[in-house]
């Protein structure tokens, strides 16, 4: 009888002994998987920063920032908020937010910049006014019709100064490079301009 | 008695919806009067016959002459009224109108009736037979349930008091091959549209006696400056650029005006020079114009308003379409091609011809006040130099 409890002793131990391994290797596995989805996470989530340009910088913390556009229904520019992670500098903030802004749509909102805009340079002058200079999709891709062109300045104007209010007072529309009198031929956008 | 109230619940219920149903349809269906100057006279609910708008006769008191006098003949369902100092018989049932004092008759295509205990008119009543008894133009728009009742003598005939004819410069936008303006889901091109309503303008206009230039009377490209030479060269009056809206929303409709202020919703950063400064050299902008400019655009707005569902919205903002025209210049955006209720519109010669009337009144009425003030200001010249001779 003792021999046989000793198997059963033994086997039980080896049942128990299975089991605990087996939850082990589950709770790494599980672990292994959160951590690889982390990872994954943290890659993505923040916008593509300039490391090369900016070694030395620190990883900023997230800001929040309302980007201007036109829900689906809506007559109005809407703030729409996101965060940022947002470098000191005033020319790459702007860059960086007009990048969310030319990139934002979510689903029932209109976005009132053309598709395939990019923002080329950001230039400030010591009167606080900033140049910001365009690719040809800002002007080519307008619509028509005064509206449509007021939305478009607008939505731009409004996302800088909201965001920088100290730092920019005037903001003039470049394309290309180059100074232009109009987007689409009924707003005049030749000097700097602010609300 | 509870068992009694339980079951006649249902018919209270009915009872309650019903009267607030009915009552509502009965509240909302009112027609706007308004008169020249687009201010409101009076909202009179109205009732529909057979398709047909009847008004209560004593609206006549509210909108036209507040000391009109009435009677009514039962056994001859004859109603009798006195207004602006003649005698107007209309039967019951009958359509012919009787006006006494002329013994003039008027048929009118539906006859007035005796309708929830009192004599109704229909509205042609109020379309035909007000103008025989002032000097007014009456005019109805069904679809907006409006009636305008506008003095003539408000209209100013485009050769004035002081012997100067108007010159307006029509600016229908964009044009020709390369230019096509904004375009609406179905195909219809901005160009075309702001053409027909320009040229429908210039007919109006001319048989007005207004000497009328368009920046392009056909399908062809004109730069900005073309348009600016054009205009300045002619030395119009007046400089009315036609254009139509878009917007990146679909629910984005109506007319909407514009006026050229860099100083105003979106401002430069350039301080304003000071033209008129008495040190300054007497620079012709478009600014110099900005406060007629304004003038002729709120009287446009009025007009406007009486096509409109709702109100017709002026903004200024820095545009270039009116940049460098050295006269009142307003930018009137027609109607939104991205919206369809507008497209409809737009496509519809009716409607052209009425938005055409609605700025040609618009000029008339301000010509005419811009000529009334100057002739004032001749007159009080003359007199005080009349004061200074003696």
């Known amino acids: ?195 | 008695m509870w068992l009694n109230t339980f079951n006649s619940f249902p018919l209270f219920l009915f009872i309650i919806i019903f009267v607030s149903v009915t009552h509502g349809f009965a509240q909302g269906e009112t027609v706007r009067f308004v008169d020249g100057e687009g201010e409101i006279l009076d909202e009179v609910e109205f009732i529909l016959h057979e398709n047909v708008v009847y008004l209560p006769f004593n609206t006549i008191k509210s909108v036209f002459d507040s000391e009109m006098t009435h009677s009514y003949y039962t056994p001859l369902k004859q109603l009798t009224i006195n207004t602006k100092g003649k005698v107007i018989k209309v039967e019951m049932g009958k359509s012919s109108v009787i006006i006494d004092s002329s013994r003039q008759t008027e048929t009118l295509t539906n006859p007035p009736r005796f309708i929830q205990g009192q004599p109704m008119l229909p509205i042609i009543f109020f379309q035909m037979v007000l103008p025989k008894l002032d000097d007014v133009t009456v005019i109805y728009k069904p679809e907006l349930q409006r009636i305008r009742i506008l003095k003539k003598s408000n209209l100013d005939s485009g050769v004035s008091d002081t012997n100067r004819t108007w010159t307006i410069i029509i600016d229908p936008g964009h044009g020709g091959e390369d230019d096509l303006g904004c375009k609406s889901q179905n195909g219809i091109f901005e160009k075309d549209i702001v053409l027909k309503v320009a040229k429908e303008m210039q007919m109006q206009c001319k048989n007005l006696g207004f000497a009328v230039q368009l920046t392009r009377d056909q399908d062809v490209k004109k730069s900005r400056e073309q348009r600016f030479q054009y205009a300045n060269r002619h030395q119009g009056q007046l400089y009315i650029s036609l254009h139509c809206n878009a917007s990146f929303s679909q629910n984005h409709k109506g007319i909407r005006l514009y006026l050229n202020n860099p100083y105003g919703m979106l401002r430069f950063r350039t301080a304003p020079i000071p033209i008129f400064g008495k040190k300054s050299l007497n620079i012709r902008t478009q600014a110099n114009f900005l406060n007629q400019s304004k003038d002729f655009a709120s009287v446009l707005q009025k007009e406007l308003n009486f096509l409109s569902e709702d109100s017709i919205v002026l903004s200024e903002f820095p545009i270039i379409t009116l940049n460098d025209v050295y006269m009142p210049a307003v930018l009137v955006e027609l109607g939104y091609l991205s919206n369809t209720d507008d497209v409809a519109r737009l496509s519809n010669p009716e409607h052209i011809t009425e938005l055409a009337q609605a700025v040609v009144h618009a000029i008339q009425l301000y010509s005419s006040k811009v000529d009334q003030s100057t002739k004032t200001n001749k007159d009080s010249e003359e007199d005080s130099s009349n004061i200074n001779e003696r």
């Open chain 1, 1 to 195: 009888m003792s021999a046989i409890r000793r198997i059963i002793h033994s086997r039980l131990f080896v049942i128990w002994g299975i089991t605990l391994v087996t939850i082990v290797i589950c709770l790494a596995v599980v672990l292994l998987l959160i951590s690889h989805s982390k990872q994954t996470i943290t890659q993505d989530a923040p916008p593509e920063l300039p490391w090369q340009a900016n070694p030395t910088d620190m990883l900023p913390d997230p800001k929040q920032v309302n980007l201007f556009i036109l829900e689906s229904d809506g007559l109005e520019l809407t703030p729409i908020r996101v965060e940022l992670r947002l470098y000191e500098d005033t020319t790459e903030r702007i860059k960086q937010i007009i990048s969310a802004l030319v990139d934002e749509t979510p689903t029932n909102y209109r976005n009132p910049i053309p598709r395939g805009t990019i923002l080329n340079e950001v230039y400030i002058d010591t009167q606080k006014t900033a140049y910001l200079d365009f690719s040809h999709h800002l002007s080519d891709g307008q619509i028509g019709g005064t509206t449509a062109e007021l939305l478009t300045v607008s939505a731009i104007l409004k996302t800088v100064f909201d965001a920088m209010p100290e730092e920019i007072k005037h903001i003039q529309i470049l394309i290309d490079g180059e100074e232009v009198e109009t987007l689409a031929g009924h707003l005049n956008i030749s000097q700097p301009m602010r609300f």
